[in-house]
């Protein structure tokens, strides 16, 4: 069990947004939450991560409560990918992901040879490792994005949280990136993700949380929880799950209907 | 889109050129020490200068008139030693704001931290208070100004922080301006107000060696976070979720930055009062040799601003008959610099 919530109120202040959430994320699993705007997704895993307080019930990363344990001590269990944005300092890609070796320094120390070394492997498993050199703002977005699952990876935690690794790529880049994170299943890493697209769940997650309006609606493996009804349901639109045959093997994709 | 263009076919190889630019920028140093030195109303040969400071450390004969020796010890020895630490002082605490805030475009000046340096140092000389409250005080307003900026911009919230943070840090400094008229407008006009005055136009000319005494040692106690921190401070200027969970307890470390920043401007401005834009200038520099990362940016910032500040003071007593202040020579340079900046940036955010 890598990361867990137990019966977990989380929100702001004193506004609750969910109740009583209980949620398992083992090794080698990817768990994909879906919900509409303002479901209460990013809140959820703010909470996970210990950026934020539960308000009632436990957080637990590798088995320890999130209450007892340091900043340094949870970024060794779990490790956050947050959306690219561009608002970077000019850092090259290598030295943004050694940042992911801060939680195993001193607070005087600098990255070593073996934190370089990690560094340069990580940027090797997401494929970039020939851009290691170059300033982020040179990168496309899928690089960056690629470059700052790196960085989670080279924190060497066992579960990674990501908030919405395929939002504002192009359609190239979703898919490298939807591609990476499938890979990460077989080095025994949780992925716990959130995407706006229901298609990007039926490619790469094991299981999917349906969350609208904080409250979970379904829970469950990928396959009997991404149906035409439940997501008709959590978005309020028709929405038709059909299968397609792409060379060979059955896909499963999302297609919202129109009208009745 | 050119500007994209030629830093994409320009490839970035900073952390292997860092040595060379860290020695580069130690000898430029060197030279404007030596070129300092040697000129003014009274010229001294390279080589006595280097003959005075090898006897003065060996204490071997140098061989050198008397005079030539007062000139370089005792004149020009105290003012290029003030010019190379609030250089280095003010770049370094520019770099370390710039990483802070995120934002290539704060400087203790922008920000308002020099003002607030300098109300509370007029308001210690209106008090008539002794040299090291005076230090306090100035010290003390320097924190007020980054905490009202700070809580001013969070209670704004813009969604463009660079803008944000400019205007509260005009704003700031504007407040602070008019607590410095009003205390130019009540000080007693034979002592205190030449006192204030030579403060808020900033000169290196009337530096005495018992300013630098009390000085000196603040400037480096405020350098010893930052330099044992370097590498770590960088993690300051991802966004705060970001830095927390990579394991960084972001509160205590910006506080603990945020104050050696401070000390480090307040000591500078007491030594010579307020001179704007070399926090700005010189970082910037600084990150367009050896990139963004702050291990690197600090030495060579420190070292670039040494040389920059004495520079400029070395300019302003030699190319006219009367002194000028240095916050001219640094306006005339920063200026231009910011602009581009400014445009830069919005570019970049379009």
Known sequence: ?260 | MRALHLRESTPIVSRARFPAWLAGSAIVLATVVAISMGVGSFPVPPGDVARVLWASLTGVDAGVADNVRAVVLQVRGPRVVAALAVGAALAAAGASYQNMFRNPLVSPDILGVSGGCALGAVTGILFSLPIAAIQALSFAGGLGAVGLVLAIGAWIRGHDRVLTLVLTGVVVGSLFGAGIAFAKYVADPYNQLPAITFWLLGSFSGVLPRDLVYALPLIAVGFVPLVLMRWRINLLSLPDDEARALGVDVGKLRLVIIVAATLVTSAGVAIAGVIGWVGLVVPHAARLLVGAEFARVLPVSALLGAAFMLLVDTLCRTIARTELPPGVITALVGTPVFIVLLAATFRKAR
Do not use: W
Request: aromatic share 4%; charged share 20%.
């Open chain 1, 1 to 260: 069990m890598s990361l867990a919530a137990h019966a977990l109120d989380y929100g702001y202040g004193a506004r609750a947004i969910g109740r009583g959430l209980d949620l398992t994320l083992e090794a080698g699993e990817v768990l994909c939450v879906l919900g509409p705007n303002g479901a209460g997704k990013t809140t959820l895993f703010r909470t996970l991560l210990g950026l934020l307080p539960a308000l009632s019930g436990r957080v637990t990363a590798g088995g320890q409560d999130l209450h007892a344990l340091s900043r340094a001590q949870i970024a060794r269990e779990v490790a956050y990918v947050p959306q690219a944005s561009a608002s970077y300092f000019d850092f090259s890609l290598a030295e943004m992901v050694e940042m992911g070796r801060t939680a195993h320094l001193g607070t005087f120390a600098r990255p070593g040879k073996r934190d370089r070394e990690l560094a340069h492997s990580a940027l090797e498993r997401m494929g970039i490792a020939a851009l290691a050199d170059r300033p982020v703002s040179t990168v496309s977005g899928g690089e960056r994005q690629l470059a700052l699952i790196a960085r989670a990876l080279a924190t060497e935690a066992r579960s990674i949280v990501m908030d919405e690794p395929t939002a504002n790529l192009d359609f190239g880049n979703q898919s490298r990136v939807l591609t990476e994170i499938a890979r990460l299943k077989s080095a025994g890493i949780a992925v716990l993700l959130c995407t706006h697209d229901p298609d990007h769940a039926l490619q790469v997650a094991d299981r999917a949380l349906l969350l609208k309006d904080g409250q979970p609606l379904a829970l469950g493996a990928a396959s009997t929880v991404l149906t035409g009804p439940n997501l008709s349901t959590l978005y309020g639109i028709n929405v038709a799950v059909s299968q397609l045959d792409v060379g060979g093997t059955v896909r499963r994709v999302c297609v919202p209907t129109m009208g009745a």
